[in-house]
């Protein structure tokens, strides 16, 4: 007998309107039949899939693989609020800046032809701290509570990456793997110098002071030209002084900010103003008339700034005699009196501060006026100097100078290390330095081929079904045909034959 719990799928078409049913009838133990048959076919093509999805990308897009990661950090403040050091705004592109990639390939003997191609293929890519992740999920709840002003804080709010990766892909440079991580690694190590160099601030300094050549001047315009150097050079050293908590001593020059202050003060108060009343009390000049007319345009250019700043003095004065300052009335109890207490507010601290500034810019160039006034006459009255004189004080100059390039030496060296060691000691750093390997080339390429293998695999999955199904119901609906048909409850003749043949044999 033929098992009466076979289980049959029936598929009903309809021929047109005269409503004419046809059952096709398809057993799971056929389908299971068919899907056995073509098992092997469908291992073997997944197999093959498997194996030729990972070539053909190794093969065709192997150079989309020959990528070297890294990853770097900056800390320093105003990094969170995307600004440099110096406050504009920070690029992280300059990383991949040709000069710095010029200096890596000299450093490693590589020819200069590959700047362009490693340029191209360096990507630097921020990534998103986590606490401003924790503080935009942060307003979750305001939002789901439909909280208005809570959205307008997250539109206002702009997130600055602290944490860079840097990608490099070398397939066009031609390097291979090791060579290219030479020539990586030593661009992220250059970058440190430009970075320490463009935002040390004192380099700008130096190169400012040591592009004027005194020789260019009288020997009256040379002094004031030192006179001036070594003002912006204490002004330099005096703001270094001030934002320096740790008192640094350099260990190249041994100097320390005290030091360098007091060696420009003796330079200042002994051998310029020695140099100074030689100069000028003896009407050492190359030329009087130009020197007389250097002093008239002098006089006339600081008389016009007197003139503007006695006038802005007299509007601040002004404005700080009619201005309203804050007061804080506190009422007693009762039948006691009522108390006011005015405080300045800090826009009047402002306004009184810059009077104080404005008087002492108004009595700097008054003395100045005088001081050039004095020279004048005494250039005038007074006979010119000698030869030897002349002689005298070129050599007294040179002198000069040579100590002023020394001492401005010594602060870009000490301004130098005090940034790199202390000011920004931590500012740039290498967290994930780039390597190379077979395995990582190999793993990134069988991740690229996941995604499609996983399709393919997939697809030749449920062909694998829709085969086997097709298949399975054409066999059973030919068994039908050729069959003849049976009542219900009959079993086929081919099937009473075979429980026949199946009971002679037990």
């Known amino acids: 007998m033929a098992t009466k719990d076979e289980r049959y799928v029936n598929v009903t078409l309809k021929n047109g309107e005269d409503e004419d049913k046809e059952e096709i009838v398809i057993s799971f133990s056929t389908f299971g039949k068919v899907l056995k048959r073509f098992l092997l076919c469908w291992i073997v093509t997944a197999l093959i899939a498997g194996i030729l999805i990972p070539v053909y990308f190794a093969i065709f897009t192997a150079d989309k693989h020959k990528n070297l990661t890294a990853l770097v950090s900056f800390n320093y403040d105003g990094i969170e609020d995307g600004n440099a050091p110096d406050g504009s705004k920070f690029d992280i592109n300059s990383i991949k800046s040709p000069t710095i990639i010029e200096q890596a390939l000299t450093d490693l003997g590589e020819p200069l032809e590959l700047v362009e191609p490693i340029r191209q293929n360096i990507l630097p890519t921020g990534l998103t701290p986590v606490d401003a992740v924790n503080k935009a999920a942060a307003y979750k709840t305001p939002l789901e509570n439909g909280n208005i002003a809570a959205v307008q804080e997250i539109l206002d709010t702009k997130i600055y990456p602290t944490q860079f990766q840097i990608t490099f892909n070398y397939a066009a440079s031609g390097l291979s793997g090791e060579k290219a991580v030479e020539v990586f690694n030593s661009i992220l190590n250059n970058y440190r110098d430009y970075f320490f160099k463009a935002y040390g601030f004192n380099q700008a300094l130096g190169s400012a002071m040591t592009a004027l050549d005194y020789t260019d001047y009288d020997f009256a315009e040379a002094v004031d030209v030192f006179d001036s150097t070594l003002r912006s050079l204490e002004n330099y050293i005096r703001n270094l002084s001030a934002e320096d908590t740790t008192r640094f001593r350099s260990t190249e020059t041994g100097y320390s900010f005290a030091d360098l202050s007091q060696s420009i003060e003796t330079l200042r108060t002994v051998d310029l103003d020695r140099i100074s009343s030689y100069i000028i009390g003896g009407n050492v000049t190359r030329n009087r008339d130009k020197l007389i007319q ?10 016009r700034d007197c003139t503007v700043a006695k006038e802005s003095l007299a509007s601040l004065e002004a404005s700080i005699a009619s201005y309203q300052k804050d007061s804080i009335v506190v009422y007693g109890g009762d039948g006691q009196d009522i108390n006011e207490y005015v405080q300045a507010s800090a826009e009047y601290d402002n306004l009184i501060e810059k009077k104080n500034q404005t008087q002492n810019t ?5 003395q100045e006026i005088q001081e050039y006034q004095q020279r004048m006459n005494a250039l005038k009255i007074g006979s010119s100097a000698s030869e030897d004189s002349i ?10 100078n040579q100590k002023i390039n020394t001492l401005m030496e010594a602060t870009n060296q000490t301004a130098n290390e005090y940034y790199e060691t202390v000011y920004l000691a931590n500012s740039y750093n290498i967290l994930v330095p780039p390597s190379t390997s077979g395995l990582t080339t190999t793993t990134s390429i069988l991740k690229s081929a996941a995604e499609p293998m996983l399709i393919a695999e997939a697809l030749l999955f449920v062909l694998y ?17 050729v069959l003849p048909a049976v009542a219900d409850g009959d079993e086929p003749e081919d099937a009473q034959k075979e429980d026949t043949q199946k009971t002679e044999t037990e």
């Open 294 to 303: 250097y002093y008239n345009y002098r006089i006339d250019q600081l008389s």
């Open 362 to 366: 108004l009595s700097s160039k008054t």
């Open 391 to 400: 002689a005298e004080a070129e050599k007294d100059l040179t002198v000069l």
């Open 465 to 481: 079904l829709g085969v086997s199904f097709v298949v399975a119901l054409i066999e059973e609906n030919k068994k039908k045909k």
